[in-house]
């Protein structure tokens, strides 16, 4: 059996909702047997969903998410799937905490207690079933504590939050299991059922590396996204740039010379061209590490508003102690005699360490980053 914990969704914007539609097309090609929905799916909308669910038969499931205002619920609370002799009940729960911000009633939807509904789900599951399975998205405490709260979940898959169990944990007899984020792990769970009794015979991740070769159908259909997603948000070529802001570097370039030549000859000088090369300069999953302080004030939006702000550029690493950069330009302006009497031994910037750097160089992104050596290399 396939299943899935939730959150194949992530955020609300135009370009992540075209990208949902591939994953989801993709998730209906590897049949899953249960998809239960996290609150980021929730966001979309019961509209979206009735629609994804309808166009590609996929098995939604939860026992928590209501219609908004009702006493129905959204979708199907567990699905009894025959495996040979066994009868094996599957019922998902989501986080009401977490959707708190994120499921406004407009999307239509209210998520209710999740171990008041996963207690309902075993009770009705136990009466029929041999095998109960949960698909708990309620990260891996919250996983753990509905195993202590609710007897009789023989499995529980967790998700949410992006930890991950390298072997299954026990809480009294249920089986916890959780695979960390964005599909790089799979579970692998291999049971054996001898008269009523059930019994761990395997639990393990497997990473799925470039070792793992690609399902031709999954391949093609990432092509195709590809294709369609620069088709769809096409990039113009940046117009010549004439008003450039002060946090780019080329503000910077009239009076720190050197460190401008050193800087340009990094990476992060190219961090642009990497996602034009790969095409994926709309994605704002890739934006936020590739160019200049996305979405924070006066930092990057689009490629359109602020063509200066692509790449990772001196406004990344040096961030200001005060609002505005023209105060420091400015001081500087007057000469340095003038401007260091006025500095009086107060920076205008907030000294570097190694949590400037880990915003990007995170583990995903960045799993050999090693602050001394890195620093050596872009340090001026
Ligand atoms: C008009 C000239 C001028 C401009 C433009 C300018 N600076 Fe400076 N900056 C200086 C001078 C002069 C110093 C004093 C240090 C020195 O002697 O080199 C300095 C110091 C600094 C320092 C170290 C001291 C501190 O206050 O933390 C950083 C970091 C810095 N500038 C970053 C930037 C960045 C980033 C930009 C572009 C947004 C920029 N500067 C634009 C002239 C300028
Ligand atoms: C805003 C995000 C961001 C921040 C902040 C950031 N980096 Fe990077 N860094 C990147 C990206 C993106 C790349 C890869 C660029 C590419 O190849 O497209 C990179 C590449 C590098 C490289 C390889 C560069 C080369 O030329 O060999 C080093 C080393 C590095 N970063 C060190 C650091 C250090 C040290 C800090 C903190 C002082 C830091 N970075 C801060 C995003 C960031
Ligand atoms: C959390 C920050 C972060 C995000 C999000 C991110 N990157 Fe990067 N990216 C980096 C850093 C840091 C490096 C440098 C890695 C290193 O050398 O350690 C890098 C390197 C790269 C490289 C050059 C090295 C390589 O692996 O080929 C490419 C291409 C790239 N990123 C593309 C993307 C794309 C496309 C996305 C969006 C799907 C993305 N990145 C999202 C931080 C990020
Ligand atoms: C990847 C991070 C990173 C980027 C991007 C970056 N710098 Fe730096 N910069 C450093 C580090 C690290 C130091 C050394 C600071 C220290 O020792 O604390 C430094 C030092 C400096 C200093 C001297 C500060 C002093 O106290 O003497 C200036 C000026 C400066 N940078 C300007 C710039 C300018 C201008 C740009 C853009 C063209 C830029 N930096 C881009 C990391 C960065």
């Avoid at 070769?213 to 117009?239: I, N, T, W």
């Avoid at 990094?266 to 936020?288: F, G, M, N, V, Y």
Wanted: charged share 25%; net charge positive; glycine share 8%.
């Amino acid at each position: 059996m396939l299943v899935d914990c939730g959150d194949f969704g992530s955020t609300k914007v135009k370009s992540e909702i075209f990208k949902v539609n591939y994953l989801l097309t993709g998730m209906a090609l590897l049949s899953y047997d249960a998809i239960n929905l996290g609150e980021k799916d929730l966001q979309y909308g019961a509209e979206f969903l009735n629609e994804v669910s309808k166009r590609h038969q996929l098995p939604f499931i939860s026992a928590n998410v209501y219609k908004y205002g009702t006493e129905e619920l959204f979708t199907k609370p567990y699905l009894i799937k025959q495996k040979g002799n066994l009868k094996i009940g599957i019922f998902g729960v989501t986080t009401k905490s977490g959707a708190r911000h994120l499921v406004k009633p407009s999307t239509g939807f209210e998520v209710r207690d999740p171990v008041a509904a996963a207690q309902k789900a075993v009770n009705e599951l136990r009466q029929k079933c041999d095998v109960v399975i949960a698909l708990a998205h309620l990260g891996l405490n919250g996983a753990k504590e509905l195993a202590q709260k609710v007897n009789g979940i023989d499995i529980i898959i967790s998700g949410h939050d992006t930890q991950r169990t390298q072997k299954p944990a026990r809480i009294g007899k249920t089986v916890v299991m959780q695979m960390g984020s964005k599909g790089k792990y799979l579970g692998h769970l291999e049971f054996k059922v001898a008269s009523n009794l059930i019994s761990l015979v395997e639990g393990k991740l497997v990473s799925l590396n470039a070792k793992i070769p690609d399902d031709q159908r999954l391949a093609g259909l990432v092509s195709e996204f590809d294709k369609a997603f620069v088709s769809h948000y096409p990039l113009k070529s940046p117009k010549a740039i004439e008003n450039f802001s002060l946090l780019s570097d080329r503000s910077c370039i009239q009076c720190h010379r050197k460190e401008h030549r050193q800087w340009s000859s990094t990476l992060h000088r190219k961090a642009w061209q990497s996602l034009i090369d790969k095409e994926q300069t709309s994605d704002p999953e890739c934006l936020q590490c590739h160019t200049t302080l996305f979405k924070q004030s006066d930092g990057f939006t689009t490629v359109f508003e602020t063509p200066d702000l692509v790449n990772v550029q001196c406004a990344d690493c040096h961030q200001l102690t005060g609002g505005n950069p023209q105060e420091h330009i400015n001081k500087f302006r007057r000469g340095r005699a003038a401007a260091s009497a006025q500095t009086n031994g107060h920076a205008d910037f907030k000294p570097i360490g190694e949590g400037t750097c880990l915003r990007c160089h995170n583990k995903e992104s960045s799993p050999n980053f090693n602050y001394q050596e890195a620093f050596l290399k872009v340090t001026h």
